[in-house]
């Protein structure tokens, strides 16, 4: 994903988040993300990896993070232990994202999604001008390396949501860094939820 894209999105999120909120962010990589909310918004943040370099270097910004899979649910936290659950573009990644999401909202008072829209225009055009699977921005895999596992599009967690009577609290569309109010499933890169079970 463009730097442009990834800096819109970390931006979104933090002035989501308020001052002081307790954060657990699913799949945190090398916490940078978690690393700007605690310079900026003075969170207790925590994370959970499963990538042991992705560790050390949380670690090595001082940084709280656990060890663990997603995938396997988060039993070890009590409902509503958390102000924000946060998985940033590792969503689309996960094996069962119904269950990532219902754990996530469980264990949050709300939790924030963002993935890669799939049916954004310039992938759709590349699959109808090229024939081809598409590689965008947003997209940078080839068919044979790719980590995602599920393609949604806005419309796609928008309809999920109504089915699951979970409330979308905030939402946000992102391409080329600017927000995009305009038909978000079809022009934009990136979207953002801001979910809850009420």
Same mark, same amino acid.
């Given at each position: 994903? =463009?730097?442009?894209?990834?800096?819109?999105?970390?931006?979104?999120?933090?002035?989501?988040?308020?001052?002081?909120?307790?954060?657990?962010?699913?799949?945190?990589?090398?916490?940078?993300?978690?690393?700007?909310?605690?310079? #900026? =918004? &003075?969170?207790?943040? *925590?994370?959970?990896?499963?990538?042991?370099?992705?560790?050390?270097?949380?670690?090595?910004?001082?940084?709280?993070?656990?060890?663990?899979?997603?995938?396997?649910?988060?039993?070890?936290?009590?409902?509503?232990?958390?102000?924000?659950?946060?998985?940033?573009? $590792?969503?689309?990644?996960?094996? &069962?994202?119904?269950?990532?999401?219902? #754990?996530?909202?469980?264990?949050?008072?709300?939790?924030?999604? $963002?993935?890669? &829209?799939?049916?954004?225009?310039?992938?759709?055009?590349?699959?109808?001008?090229?024939?081809?699977?598409?590689? $965008?921005?947003?997209?940078?895999?080839?068919?044979?390396?790719?980590?995602?596992? *599920?393609?949604?599009?806005?419309?796609?967690?928008?309809?999920?949501?109504? $089915?699951?009577?979970?409330?979308?609290?905030?939402?946000?569309?992102?391409?080329?860094?600017? &927000?995009?109010?305009?038909?978000?499933?079809?022009?934009?890169?990136?979207?953002?939820?801001?979910?809850?079970? =009420?």
């Amino acid at each position: 994903m =463009k730097s442009d894209n990834v800096s819109a999105v970390r931006r979104m999120i933090i002035d989501l988040i308020p001052e002081g909120a307790k954060v657990l962010e699913l799949g945190c990589s090398g916490g940078e993300l978690l690393s700007l909310l605690r310079e #900026e =918004k &003075n969170v207790n943040g *925590h994370g959970l990896e499963i990538d042991d370099q992705a560790i050390y270097q949380c670690v090595a910004k001082g940084l709280s993070v656990l060890r663990g899979d997603i995938e396997q649910g988060l039993s070890e936290y009590r409902d509503k232990s958390f102000d924000f659950v946060i998985m940033d573009r $590792t969503f689309q990644e996960l094996k &069962n994202p119904d269950k990532a999401v219902s #754990e996530s909202i469980r264990v949050g008072r709300e939790a924030i999604i $963002t993935f890669p &829209n799939f049916v954004y225009l310039g992938s759709r055009l590349q699959i109808l001008l090229k024939g081809r699977v598409p590689v $965008t921005s947003s997209l940078p895999y080839q068919w044979y390396d790719t980590p995602n596992l *599920h393609f949604l599009g806005v419309s796609d967690f928008i309809d999920y949501c109504r $089915t699951r009577k979970i409330t979308i609290v905030h939402k946000a569309f992102i391409s080329k860094g600017k &927000n995009i109010n305009i038909l978000p499933n079809l022009f934009a890169e990136i979207a953002l939820f801001a979910i809850t079970m =009420k």
